[in-house]
């Protein structure tokens, strides 16, 4: 019997922070594996039900802010460049030498 997928997802000003046990993270990563051009994202809801990788609900301290749904896509270099080009451009220098 394996345990129970948790996947925490905390939302801290602008980090977001995934808490997540060892079911959970095997769960994660073969869905990551999974995308494809065919299915391109998948979706991580609430509430916890089965063995599903659901979002929990229960946040660690009483102050933390949750996400109660998560969104996963790959993108594409080419679909991108096509549709969002704008993305594309290469990130602004943070630091001037």
Same mark, same amino acid.
């Given at each position: 019997?394996?345990?129970?997928? *948790?996947?925490? @997802? #905390? +939302?801290? %000003?602008s980090? @977001? +922070?995934?808490? $997540?046990? =060892?079911?959970?993270? *095997? #769960?994660? +990563?073969?869905?990551?594996?999974?995308?494809d051009? #065919?299915?391109?994202?998948f979706? &991580?809801l609430?509430?916890? &039900? %089965?063995?599903?990788?659901?979002v929990?609900? +229960?946040?660690?301290r009483?102050?933390? #802010?949750?996400?109660?749904?998560?969104? @996963?896509?790959? *993108?594409? !270099?080419?679909w !991108?460049?096509e549709h969002f080009?704008? @993305?594309?451009? =290469? =990130?602004?220098? $943070?630091?001037?030498?």
């Amino acid at each position: 019997m394996s345990e129970r997928p *948790r996947l925490t @997802v #905390q +939302i801290d %000003g602008s980090e @977001v +922070i995934l808490c $997540l046990n =060892p079911e959970a993270r *095997r #769960q994660l +990563i073969a869905e990551l594996q999974n995308l494809d051009r #065919q299915s391109d994202h998948f979706h &991580v809801l609430g509430p916890e &039900v %089965g063995d599903d990788l659901q979002v929990s609900q +229960i946040p660690y301290r009483p102050e933390d #802010q949750l996400a109660y749904a998560l969104k @996963v896509c790959l *993108r594409y !270099d080419d679909w !991108d460049a096509e549709h969002f080009p704008h @993305v594309m451009a =290469p =990130p602004p220098e $943070l630091f001037e030498t």
